[in-house]
């Protein structure tokens, strides 16, 4: 019993420590869909994998796993997404890395949601998994966000949406936002967001249609 439980633990690690190795050669879209919290990206990232079947990889989703699982990391990440904070990069780009090459042989394109949200992020993820096709960038003002998010908290269960963890998210989207997109001025591609779901979405057809 003790055994087999060990090969497991082995061969999980030994595959991650491959994952995060290994070169990736991806030949379709790499779609960064930034802006603050409560911007739309998952309602829009929604729209955009319906229309065009690409695959929607939301940082946030990805880390609410890992802390669903109720691993040892999972208790150290909600405390600090509890607070607002940012989590470590390498956990970020790790989980994303790993749920790329998953996709990989079937993928059209990725939607990578929520994920630079430092400079450095973007940095590190164009060294370490590919360069980066477009960024979609959902522009709302900090009114409308807070109001959308504390209508999400109605339903959402997230443990970060109160206004006192909205007000931190903002706080640190804000203090990171203008670094990350300024370092891409040709790839950037900045959405009014403050429409309907609709109308936003005429506008990242526009730009999708073209790639
Ligand atoms: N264009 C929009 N107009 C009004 N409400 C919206 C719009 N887009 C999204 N919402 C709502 O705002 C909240 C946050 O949207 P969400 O897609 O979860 O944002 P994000 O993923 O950027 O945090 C959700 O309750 C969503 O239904
Ligand atoms: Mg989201």
Redesign the pocket.
């Known amino acids: 019993m003790m055994n087999t439980k060990n090969r497991e633990c082995k061969c999980t690690r030994k595959r991650e420590y491959e994952a995060r190795k290994q070169k990736v050669s991806i030949n379709v879209p790499i779609i960064w869909v930034l802006?603050?919290?409560?911007?739309?990206?998952?309602?829009?990232?929604d729209k955009i994998v319906e229309k065009y079947g690409y695959t929607h990889l939301?940082s946030?989703d990805l880390l609410r796993k890992e802390v669903n699982s109720g691993s040892d990391r999972g208790k150290e990440l909600n405390a600090i997404m509890e607070r607002g904070e940012l989590v470590p990069v390498e956990v970020v780009l790790d989980l994303l890395k790993e749920a790329i090459l998953e996709n990989l042989p079937h993928s059209k394109g990725f939607l990578i949601?929520?994920y630079p949200r430092e400079k450095s992020q973007g940095a590190l993820f164009e060294k370490n998994v590919s360069p980066v096709t477009v960024i979609l960038f959902?522009d709302a003002s900090e009114d409308t966000l807070t109001k959308?998010?504390l209508?999400?908290a109605e339903t959402?269960g997230r443990a970060d949406d109160n206004e006192e963890t909205i007000k931190a998210r903002l706080k640190t989207f804000n203090e990171n936002n203008n670094e990350v997109i300024s370092q891409y001025p040709d790839k950037l591609k900045r959405i009014q967001?403050?429409?309907?779901?609709e109308?936003?979405f005429a506008n990242v057809e526009a730009i999708l249609d073209k790639l």
């Open positions: 802006g603050g919290p409560g911007s739309g990206k998952g309602t829009q990232c939301s946030g949601d929520g959902f959308r998010l209508h999400r959402s967001a403050e429409g309907t779901v109308e936003i």
